[in-house]
């Protein structure tokens, strides 16, 4: 089944300790993106990666490092959360050919930043 | 910067009737214009997709249209069912097929069909 498969889905840490949510697609698309989402402010892009060891800067990206060093995988790392990372996380691809943008997305990671 | 602007209200239909959502957008208009369903606790799923020079857009229950003089795009959903209880997201989309573009949603408004 065609798929972007995140892990952790659930996840509760402390402020400051460095955690990585993996993002894999199976669909060999060659663009992957990661996005949260908050209540009242709707889904907003982190981060991006248009192939291999191409990746840039969403609309949000204060906090946040990611790597793209296979195309099936995209993690998003936070090197020392805070309780403002708190969020419910999607990672989503796309393939990149003639026609719109359509993304698959993940089910979703919640991360909650004590 | 563009802004999306869907009803924040939740909207709560009968089962059968017609729903209709409402994206309205500003500044100028996208090349592309999607419709995405979100379960709770789930990730968007793709429904519909318009481009700048199509007025209508229909997938079996599904009618979208796209008035970019009015910088609008509304969502209907025909003979509704509860199963159809969701949130829908708009999203804009600015740039040509296969670019560095990307998707700018809108908030999502929240549909409730009742029996």
């Known amino acids: 089944e065609a798929q972007v498969t995140q892990n952790p889905r659930y996840l509760i840490t402390v402020t400051g300790k460095k955690l990585t949510v993996t993002c894999s697609q199976n669909?060999?698309?060659?663009?992957m993106s990661w996005y949260r989402q908050d209540p009242g402010l709707g889904l907003r892009q982190i981060y991006y990666?248009?192939?291999?060891?191409?990746?840039d800067k969403g609309d949000v990206p204060e906090g946040y490092k990611v790597s793209r060093k296979e195309k099936r995988n995209f993690p998003l790392i936070l090197e020392s959360p805070s309780p403002n990372q708190t969020s419910l996380y999607f990672c989503?691809?796309?393939?990149?050919?003639?026609?719109?943008?359509?993304?698959?997305f993940g089910a979703g990671s919640r991360l909650t930043v004590l | 910067s563009q802004k999306i602007e869907q009803n924040s209200e939740a909207l709560n239909i009968q089962e059968g009737k017609t729903a209709t959502l409402t994206c309205n957008y500003t500044?100028?208009?996208?090349?592309?214009l999607q419709w995405y369903r979100q379960d709770p606790g789930r990730g968007p799923v793709f429904l519909l997709l318009?481009?700048?020079?199509?007025k209508e857009k229909r997938k079996e229950r599904l009618k979208v249209t796209f008035d970019t003089t009015l910088k609008q795009s509304l969502f209907h959903i025909t003979a509704s069912q509860p199963a159809d209880s969701a949130t829908y997201l708009c999203?804009?989309?600015?740039?040509?097929?296969?670019?560095?573009?990307?998707?700018?949603f809108g908030t999502g408004t929240r549909l409730q069909v009742t029996l």
């Open positions: 989503a691809s796309r393939k990149d050919r003639a026609g719109a943008n359509v993304l698959t």
């Open positions: 669909m060999n698309h060659e663009y």
């Open positions: 990666s248009m192939n291999v060891e191409v990746t």
């Open positions: 500044n100028y208009s996208p090349a592309y």
């Open positions: 318009i481009r700048e020079n199509e």
């Open positions: 999203a804009l989309d600015m740039g040509k097929a296969g670019t560095a573009s990307k998707l700018t």
